[in-house]
């Protein structure tokens, strides 16, 4: 696994054993410690040895010690040995005779030996770049099989005690550590081509009673009774349970320490105190002692409490990974945001307790990080694409309308694009369909680049005037504007604010053709119909066009044609009519139009900035009911009085020409009636 992986799984398992102390009581191990108090008490570091040897025989009844002091060279505070180094210094005889006298003296070496020799002690040796071979294995050693894809702490040689105290003890163990931070502590190591056993080991076996250990394929230590199967690495990964008792060497040597607290337990012997340098950075604490993470890994081999990591686990979790991949990826696909977020979450909680479980069960250390990956990686790039594809169809939505309606109504539908169903629904909205009268003379009579920039000044102010009024300007056709009211969005009071919207178009539209009389701009004509249309987008998915499609759009465009024979500007249907407040509109009569089967009421505004007198609505009233009951002489008599009144009034005349010309009926044929 590339480092920066391993790195991360390391942290997450460290973090994850760190929240889960290892179950179960603590078993019998013993920490007497060189710490702080035995430094104050008894002097700075290096000790003389024969204060080790009086620690080693208060430590009567000890199932077993074992120490990671290196006791290399010979004691440098021996009085022998000081005797001889000052003899160094003097004239020959004066020097014979210290010398003999040092014969003498008493031997640290010599008493730490002894008392070695008197108890089941393990002395610790280190791994070291020079390749010097390590001490014998005073319990022999046995590989069984091959030691192929093992890998154990190693190094070309070992650095090791005083030879004399190597003949003494019972047990050698290797007192190192791998480098960095400590998460394992090895129970075997390679010397060179020699295969050693570790501190841990070494106690170990000297407190069931010094049977050789034995390594076996799986691979797996067997000592008597006991079975340790490890990982490739041959070692212990550390996980910190119950406390582990420990006592201060100096409290050991004043007595202060009951037997009982020492009978049975197995001990290590080991500096604490920041000052003797022997601190290390662990995967559950920073600044352990050494001896401690000995100790801990003692406690776990005891209790045969041993997570790892077999050389098929690897495989097996990418497999596991794989199909938790697709759960993720089908999540994410499928879940809405907030359940998705939920199933983060207990992905979050699940793993950790499924890792854990598994340990539990069957010791086996698996990854946390990477079910995890599996899980939430797909998942999270399942959402995002999700979001994208989101962010993007909203963005099209709104450039979609963004030419077409208000921004107010843009904005609202880029925070709540769910308000719009283009796939297409039945609303029931207004229309406003407008048209410039002659244009098709000003398109003959004018240049290309005159016509654009007129008819563009044109649709701007109208469009300014439709968003003013919160219409959707569904399409321009040429000079023609197609508008709807309450779609995409619904809108209240859709039908007045399509008349108001009309009828300040065909005022904006008569004073921009006074403007431009010149060059023969027309006015504006304007129909306006209501009713129950089919909107969304159409296109087959490569050119989409939100419209809308139903008699009431047609019947829109016929009115706006039928201004023509009104005389009038802006003409609407009875449905828009009828929800108009006040009485500024009259029946005009009822319009037989292109393609429908049923003649319509049609309406128009009186005429803007007039006070029609009462008498002159009564009259007008009064002809639309002769002309309904054809009676042509009440008719003509009726409108003839409202034209005495609006001489000028487009739809009056055009009642009494067709009454001369010899119509009786109030309905109007579009098709040439």
């Known amino acids: 696994m590339p480092a920066p992986f391993a790195a991360g799984r390391d942290a997450a398992l460290d973090a994850l054993l760190a929240a889960w102390p290892r179950p179960g009581p603590a078993p019998p191990v013993l920490v007497v410690a060189i710490d702080r108090e035995s430094l104050a008490t008894l002097g700075p570091w290096p000790w003389p040895r024969d204060r080790i040897a009086a620690l080693l025989d208060r430590l009567h009844g000890a199932a077993a010690i074992a120490t990671d002091i290196l006791f290399e060279g010979p004691d440098r505070a021996a009085p022998a040995t000081l005797a001889l180094r000052l003899a160094e210094s003097l004239p020959p005889p004066e020097a014979d005779a210290l010398r003999r006298r040092a014969a003498t003296l008493p031997d640290h070496d010599a008493t730490l030996a002894t008392a070695l020799a008197a108890a089941p002690v393990a002395i610790g040796f280190l791994l070291a ?52 931070t400590v998460r394992s502590v090895p129970l075997v190591v390679r010397v060179g081509e020699e295969w050693r056993p570790g501190l841990v080991l070494e106690a170990l076996r000297l ?19 006991v079975v340790l199967p490890l990982d490739p690495g041959l070692s212990i990964r550390l996980h910190p349970g119950p406390a582990l008792p420990s006592v201060s060497a100096a409290a050991l040597l004043e007595g202060r320490i009951p037997a009982g607290a020492i009978h049975g337990h197995v001990v290590l012997l080991g500096g604490t105190a920041p000052e003797l340098g022997a601190l290390r950075d662990s995967g559950f604490a920073p600044l352990v002692p050494g001896i401690r993470l000995q100790a801990e890994a003692l406690a776990q081999a005891m209790t045969l ?23 993720g990826a089908a999540a994410g696909a499928a879940l809405p945001p907030l359940a998705l977020a939920g199933f983060a979450l207990a992905a979050l909680f699940a793993v950790p307790i499924g890792v854990l479980a598994l340990l539990s069960g069957t010791m086996l250390l698996a990854d946390p990080l990477l079910p995890l990956a599996a899980l939430l990686a797909p998942a999270a790039a399942a959402a995002l694409a999700a979001f994208i594809a989101t962010r993007a169809s909203r963005a099209r939505l709104v450039a979609r309308f963004a030419q077409s309606l208000p921004p107010a109504l843009v904005t609202r539908i880029a925070r709540e694009p769910g308000l719009v169903r283009i796939g297409g629904e039945a609303r029931r909205i207004s229309f406003v369909f407008t048209d410039i009268a002659g244009f098709t003379g000003l398109v003959e009579r004018s240049g290309p680049a005159a016509l654009i920039a007129l008819l563009d000044a044109y649709i701007a102010g109208a469009a300014e005037i439709i968003a003013r009024h919160g219409g959707t300007l569904d399409k321009v056709v040429g000079d023609a504007l197609h508008v709807m009211f309450g779609a995409p969005l619904d809108q209240p009071g859709h039908e007045r604010a399509a008349v108001a919207c009309g009828m300040e178009l065909a005022a904006w539209g008569q004073d921009f053709a006074r403007r431009h009389a010149e060059a023969g701009f027309g006015i504006t004509r304007v129909g306006i119909a209501t009713g129950i249309a089919i909107v969304g987008d159409v296109g087959g998915g490569r050119v989409l066009d939100y419209t809308a499609h139903g008699d009431a759009v047609n019947l829109a465009a016929r009115l706006e044609q ?37 003649a319509v009421d049609v309406y128009a505004p009186w005429p803007p900035g007039i006070e029609v007198p009462a008498e002159a609505r009564a009259a007008w009233d009064a002809g639309l009911a002769a002309l309904l009951a054809e009676d042509a002489d009440a008719a003509r008599a009726a409108f003839s009085l409202v034209a005495g009144t609006l001489p000028e009034d487009a739809p009056t005349l055009f009642q009494l020409d067709r009454l001369n010309r010899g119509f009786s009926s109030i309905s109007v044929d579009q098709r040439g009636g």
Do not use: M, Y
């Open 129 to 180: 770049p020079e390749a010097t071979p390590p001490p014998a294995a005073p319990g022999g050693f046995a590989l069984l099989g091959s030691p192929a894809g093992l890998a154990p702490l190693a190094a070309p040689g070992a650095a090791t005690a005083w030879p004399a105290l190597v003949a003494a003890a019972p047990g050698h163990g290797a007192a190192s550590l791998e480098g960095g």
């Open 207 to 225: 407190a069931l009673g010094g049977s050789t250990p034995l390594l076996a394929e799986g691979p797996e230590l067997r000592l008597r009774g």
């Open 305 to 327: 409490w041993l997570p790892r990591r077999p050389a098929w686990l690897p495989g097996a979790e990418i497999a596991a990974a794989a199909a938790l991949g697709l759960l």
């Open 562 to 598: 039928a201004n023509k024979i009104f005389g009038t500007t802006v003409l609407l249907d009875g449905e828009t009519a009828a929800a108009q407040s006040g009485d500024g509109f009259r029946c005009l009569g009822r319009l037989a139009a292109r393609g429908r089967a049923a």
